[in-house]
């Protein structure tokens, strides 16, 4: 059966097939159809164009759009959205003067919610999980990355990690699943350091990789967290069991990191808050897509990722959610465009691309999601009627979405 979205008062990013990804000054270009339909079948779509010349469809579904607008579903390349607590302690701690890494020195942060993930069965855990993917998915995202990382322990990162596995065969939107067992240094390793890498590298990896469990390999590389030769020496590791590398690096400190990332080829290099010139350089010529998470300056109050100096300087940017309990309790990637478009003046153009066609090359995902392309899967959202998609980042902290498919259903 057919569904046939008619009178669309504007279809947003719409791409031949095999653009993978929109880099500097092109990311100000954003492919609409005015006036446009959309045609949908068997989860993909398979059809679009301006509504003169829309062929005659026998037995369609018809969504009548007038007013309205359509845009494929957001890509979101990076969330921690499988814990177990929050952590609104550490929110007011922050507002009563202490800061991420002080709090985090205490025995908060990534420890706190290792410490409250250990308890939780992998049920329980499924569950919340369940209930934030579903809040997110209303919020348009329609392909999304999931990382583990609270576990700290080999038992309790394959349990994050089988969590992700269930959502994937419960859901129908992409998911790919990315093993951060180099998160944070367990207490007990505070002073061994080199043995808890050792866990990672020859307990951990090797059940993540039998067990197909994960896609990604990442490491929050930080001054105070994983130095730089940890970082390679677990991203090597990683690679060697067919993981790719994408990386937390540069969200406090810059210590060339982004330079061996790119190095070993990392799909993607996550935060990115400070950047120097030898990072910007590393990143040009390379594969590699920086992603920004504005919605973590935003509420850890730290710096923003520069994204005019990356685009100026011809390179690509994604942007991404970061949703975790700690640095950004939010998976609203509204919210993320609105944010780098207010705080980090990107165009809206640069902003609906990087949180869509670029998110999804974040993800190996280029091919399947993150524009309106024949033969890509049908996710998309309808907003409400809107003047512009202008209005859409604008209207900061709302959502204008009225409803949201993934392959082509209606959820
Ligand atoms: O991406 N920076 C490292 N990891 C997460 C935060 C983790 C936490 O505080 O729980 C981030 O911001
Ligand atoms: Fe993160």
């Known amino acids: 059966m057919i569904t046939l979205l008619i009178n669309i008062k504007e279809l947003i990013q719409v791409r031949e097939k095999g653009v993978k990804k929109v880099v500097g000054s092109d990311m100000k ?23 003169e010349n829309i062929p005659s469809y026998s037995a369609a579904i018809l969504v009548d759009c007038t007013g309205k607008m359509v845009f494929p579903t957001w890509c979101d390349s990076h969330t921690h959205i499988v814990y177990a607590g929050t952590r609104e302690q550490e929110f007011v701690d922050r507002i009563n003067g202490l800061t991420y890494e002080e709090i985090a020195k205490r025995g908060g942060g990534i420890l706190n919610s290792a410490k409250r993930l250990k308890d939780s069965s992998e049920d329980e855990l499924y569950e919340l999980t369940k209930v934030r993917l579903d809040e997110v998915m209303r919020l348009g995202t329609g392909a999304i990355e999931i990382k583990s990382g609270y576990g700290l322990a080999t038992d309790a990162e394959l349990k994050m990690l089988r969590v992700v596995k269930r959502l994937k065969k419960d859901f129908d939107l992409p998911i790919k699943a990315t093993f951060l067992g180099a998160h944070a240094f367990p207490e007990e390793f505070k002073e061994n350091q080199e043995a808890y890498v050792d866990i990672i590298i020859n307990e951990m990896l090797p059940k993540v990789a039998s067990e197909n469990l994960a896609e990604f390999i990442d490491v929050f590389c930080e001054t105070g967290y994983f130095t730089v ?99 950004t309790p939010s998976g609203n990637m509204n919210f993320v465009v609105a944010t780098a478009c207010i705080k980090m003046k990107m165009t809206p153009e640069e902003a609906i691309n990087a949180a869509t066609i670029n998110g999804a090359y974040a993800m190996n995902l280029s091919n399947e999601v993150g524009s309106i392309t024949r033969g890509k899967k049908a996710n998309f959202f309808i907003t409400k009627e809107i003047s512009s998609y202008n209005f859409l980042p604008y209207n900061f902290g709302a959502s204008v979405i009225e409803s949201v498919y993934i392959d082509g259903k209606l959820i």
């Open 29 to 51: 270009n954003l492919p609409t159809i005015k006036n446009a339909f959309l045609a949908i079948e068997n989860e993909k779509i398979i059809d679009y164009g301006v509504m």
């Open 229 to 327: 030769a940890q970082t390679e020496k677990i991203i090597k590791a990683g690679k060697a069991l067919g993981l790719q590398p994408k990386v937390h690096v540069n969200q406090f400190t810059t210590i060339g990191g982004v330079e061996k990332c790119v190095d070993n080829n990392a799909l993607s290099v996550d935060h990115l808050e400070v950047l120097n010139e030898k990072d910007i350089a590393a990143l040009q010529n390379s594969d590699t897509m920086p992603v920004a998470l504005p919605s973590c300056s935003y509420f850890l109050s730290i710096p923003y990722t520069p994204a005019r100096t990356i685009i100026d300087n011809n390179l690509p940017l994604a942007l991404a959610s970061d949703y975790n309990p700690g640095s």
